[in-house]
């Protein structure tokens, strides 16, 4: 049974740092791919990072490229989100999601309708 379970989340002032810890019970991640998305109020669920299981390969958002970073811990079976230079505008409930890709396909996707499961969340406030 895939499960994914979300932490780290929390208060952090603009300018700072957090790193996210998506865990994954069931599945072998080698034939997924794993996305970060986040939802702020108001506002549509976004696509903002993806992880190839099959070749390691990273993707990004225009509008966390160059301030967060994606990868993988094998030894403790998740897969993080670094976030570095926050913004106010980052404040959202962040969520890991993995759809299932089959060896040898690295193709990235932030649409949420593209992942089968999903974490239960974690909130992140970026505030002073």
């Known amino acids: 049974q895939v499960q994914l379970v979300e932490s780290g989340g929390g208060l952090v002032q603009p300018g700072g740092s957090l790193t996210l810890s998506c865990a994954t019970f069931g599945f072998t991640l080698d034939y997924y791919a794993l996305g970060w998305f986040r939802q702020a109020p108001g506002k549509e669920r976004e696509g903002i990072s993806c992880f190839s299981g099959s070749d390691g390969s990273t993707y990004y958002a225009d509008s966390v490229r160059g301030r967060f970073t994606i990868s993988r811990d094998n030894a403790k079976n998740t897969v993080n989100l670094q976030m570095y230079r926050v913004k106010p505008e980052d404040t959202a409930v962040y969520y890991c999601?993995?759809?299932?890709?089959?060896?040898?396909?690295?193709?990235?996707?932030?649409?949420?309708?593209?992942?089968?499961?999903w974490g239960q969340g974690t909130q992140v406030t970026v505030s002073s």
């Open positions: 999601a993995v759809r299932w890709t089959g060896p040898n396909n690295n193709r990235p996707s932030f649409r949420s309708n593209d992942y089968q499961h």
